[in-house]
């Protein structure tokens, strides 16, 4: 891979860390081919990420190994992947996708089999590149990403609930609707923001209220809550 392509990639990773309000905490340089899994730079990234408890952010989804095995080894570590060009695959839906992959791989084979053999007994000429398996997978990979999507759904809703600032943040907006009324679309969230801060409060992710942060995550709050 070209220098430029590096640098590219080094850009897309700091710009995808910034947009998420987060800080890069170590750079890993891999520059094999996606589909070889001896990848010297994505295992140092591993371990890094698992001494530090950090999360580890790829630029493209295909530098990570196309390989299945290799797949399954990355998701096992347990660390949190993110993806700069397909943000909606976390490692949960990744592990979805490595055994969907594993899946077809063992059907496939399987099938091949049972339609080689199926023509040999027929005497026909097993040689030549006919295609000797369905089509029909389609149906079951969107089963696999709806699931892989409800179970993304379910684990980052029952993570933002047991956010200790989410929890102080909906208990203090029960006490402020007790004294001054129920929250509407009118109400001006300055003053909110004004007293979260007063009380060292902070958002989701650490950072300090303004108006539009503490309407934002009124928003979030009713939505986990409903």
């Known amino acids: 891979m070209s220098g430029l392509g590096l640098d590219a990639q080094k850009k897309i990773c700091e710009d995808y860390i ?7 905490a ?3 340089k891999d520059v094999e081919s996606g589909t070889h899994r001896d990848r010297s730079g994505l295992n140092s990234a591993i371990d890094f990420c698992k001494q530090t408890g950090s999360e580890l952010v790829i630029a493209k989804l295909d530098r ?3 390989d299945v095995e290799f797949v399954f080894k990355v998701v096992n570590t347990g660390i949190e992947i993110h993806f700069c060009d397909m943000p909606v695959v976390n490692t949960m839906i990744l592990g979805v ?3 969907v992959a594993q899946y077809e791989r063992e059907l496939t084979s399987a099938r091949t089999k049972q339609a080689l053999a199926a023509k040999k007994e027929r005497g026909e000429s097993t040689g030549g ?3 000797l398996w369905g089509k029909n997978t389609g149906s079951d990979r969107a089963e696999a990403l709806r699931k892989a999507n409800e179970a993304s759904a379910r684990s980052k809703r029952e993570k933002a609930m047991a956010n200790p ?3 102080a ?6 006490d402020w609707e007790m ?3 129920k929250i509407t679309a009118n109400t001006d969230f300055q003053p909110i923001a004004d007293k979260l801060n007063e009380r060292g409060k902070t958002t989701a992710t650490g950072l300090p209220f303004t108006a539009n942060r503490a309407r934002a995550m009124y928003s979030t709050i009713k939505r986990l809550y409903a």
């Open 18 to 24: 910034r947009s998420k309000s987060g800080e890069c």
């Open 26 to 28: 170590a750079l890993f």
């Open 64 to 66: 990570l190994a196309r």
């Open 97 to 99: 996708f490595a055994s």
């Open 129 to 131: 590149n006919n295609e």
């Open 165 to 167: 600032n989410n929890r």
């Open 169 to 174: 943040f909906r208990e203090f907006i029960e």
């Open 179 to 181: 004294i001054y009324g």
